[in-house]
Nanobody, 126 residues
């Protein structure tokens, strides 16, 4: 069993930055793919980025890749999502999720992640 806890969300002005953390207990994250998924009000969950257990990183789009960065800290059993140049449309609840078998980036399959955190709210004001 893996327990995931996100932190680092908050209110920021457009153009600002936030760093989200996903910390695990119960198991080491080194053998899991960790994905970041967000959900805006009235919208379905959307894949943002993920890092596989082997270190492969995938972003949802080139635009996301240019603004967001995923990284791991094995010693802290934590995965980060550094978000720069934030836009109002980035406003959402951000979740981290873990899967022991594969990197899931397809929005129609992201519900298949094995474990989920509770989410952290990110609000970007214009």
């Amino acid at each position: 069993q893996v327990q995931l806890v996100e932190s680092g969300g908050g209110l920021v002005q457009a153009g600002g930055s936030l760093r989200l953390s996903c910390t695990a207990s119960g198991r080491t994250l080194s053998t899991y793919t960790i994905g970041w998924v967000r959900q805006s009000p009235g919208q379905q969950r959307q894949f943002v980025a993920a890092v596989s257990w082997s270190g492969r990183i995938t972003y949802s789009s080139d635009s996301m890749k240019g603004r967001f960065t995923v990284s791991r800290d094995g010693a802290k059993n934590t995965v980060y999502l550094q978000m720069n140049s934030l836009k109002p449309e980035d406003t959402a609840v951000y979740y981290c999720a873990a899967d022991s078998r594969r990197l899931i980036s397809d929005n129609s399959h992201i519900h298949e992640y094995d474990y989920w955190g509770q989410g952290t709210q990110v609000t970007v004001s214009s």
